[in-house]
């Protein structure tokens, strides 16, 4: 097997016309396993908060910095990151971040205080960001576009959820019958396989001349993110009306506004004016972050619904939501023929608006247990839908997009991915628990339908303002 670093783009255009050799298909699982991996690391140390703060001497109200520095990290650097692969190699950027994650596991791991666990968790948010656009980058040149490369996407993204949704239930299983430290551990297992695996299999496409790093770009962009997400987390946490929540938010949109009069002055903009103004990219992001945002949200509701309102224990309501995991994984696996036989744009709107219409019931659910045979089949039906829609904004995000901007294009899909599900949660907790005071299930049923309405508005507008080109 032999190391190519660098294959030409049009070679490799026309070499997807054909199957994958042994090698891409090793390359392909070393992708897959590095993305399936990270979206664990989103949510398996939910359940193991309480073990790790009794070990550690974590006081209550700083448990939430585990998740809060992890999801500042790795929102806020991905567009950063994946510009640095289109410019310095997405191969290069790919391992290091894997060697990072396998780093900083470890110290994870063996943490034995707080400050050291948080600086793990700094470290895995930072690699996430590295790892999660470049594999997605080196996914789609790899495949020309078209159904090759819509049934990667499609994987990728079945996989994905699969690690979402799988994710608590591992953090829970290990914690129960090991350690809360596996739950660090298994990343350095990952890592150091596809270590050994990636330089040997992964080819980055030639690049051109390598444009100057825009700094005060980057440094602009990925101080709005990290603002941004901090705000939406404190929302979370201390809700909307907290200072600490409108603070980083407002901060956030005026560093916006600064990034964008830097990109439209520099000779070498971190992000090209003209690529946000394609339509594709831009209502494809908005799309993404909309399906992310109201799903995840979904399942915070629901959690709090089967447990606090139909009274079934952790473990039952993890079983239940398990079934709408699985039917995000089908959908990952039936989204690129809908989008075969359709295109990107009719799979965004037919996922949200079928995700709109299994949503939709779920806003007159009552207190009786009879209500969980609908929530079953209208969640599995649902996770299919949003499925079909993030494979199809994936696809449309990225197409019509050079090789050399693939690494910024990609880092728009994660960030975009990472935004949606920080900013679902506390909007529709604020919403849940503002509506009535008294009273838990008033408020999860507005929640639900604000939730339908803003998936089927996202719908209609992704129906009317999209363009592919």
Known sequence: MTDIDTVPPSSTANARAQP????????????????????????????????????????????QWIVTSFALCAAGFTLFFGRVADLYGRKRLFVIGIVLLGLSSLAGGLATEPVLLITARVGQGLATAMVTPTALSLMTTMFAEGPARSRALGLNGALMAAGFTGGAVLGGLLTGTVSWRWAFFVNVVVAIAVVA???????????????????????TITLALV???FGIDTAGHHGWAHPGTWGPVLGAVALFAIFLTIESRVAQ??????????????????????????????????????????????????????????????????APKVIDRTNAKTAIVFGLMCQAGATA??????????????????????????????????????????????????????????????????VMSAIATSVVAAALLPGLQVAIAVNAAITITAALLVATFLRLP
């Open 269 to 334: 903009p971190l992000v090209e004016p003209a690529l946000l103004r394609q339509r594709n990219i831009a209502w494809g992001n908005a799309a993404g972050l909309l399906a992310f945002g109201t799903f995840t949200s979904l399942v915070f509701i629901l959690t709090l619904y089967l447990q606090q309102v139909l009274g079934y224990s952790p473990v039952t309501a993890g079983l239940v939501l398990g079934v709408l995991g699985v039917g995000t994984v089908l959908g990952g696996l039936v």
């Open 197 to 219: 695996t990636a330089p040997f299999v992964l080819r980055d496409p030639a690049r051109g001349p390598r444009p100057a790093l825009d700094v005060p770009g980057a440094v």
């Open 361 to 426: 019931p779920l806003a007159f659910a009552g207190g009786n247990r009879v209500w969980l045979v609908p929530l079953l089949v209208l969640t599995f039906l649902g996770g299919i839908a949003n499925l079909v829609a993030i494979v199809a904004y994936t696809v449309a995000s990225t197409a019509g997009v050079g090789a050399d901007q693939q690494g910024l294009a990609t880092g728009l899909v994660t960030m975009s991915q990472q935004v949606g599900i920080a900013l679902g949660t506390p």
């Open 20 to 63: 994958l050799t042994s090698a891409e298909r090793i390359a392909m699982a070393v992708l897959l396993t590095a993305n399936f991996t990270l979206a664990v690391d989103f949510s398996i140390l939910n359940v193991t908060l309480p073990h790790i703060g009794s070990e550690l001497g974590f006081a209550t109200s700083a448990l």
């Open 227 to 229: 603002a941004l997400v």
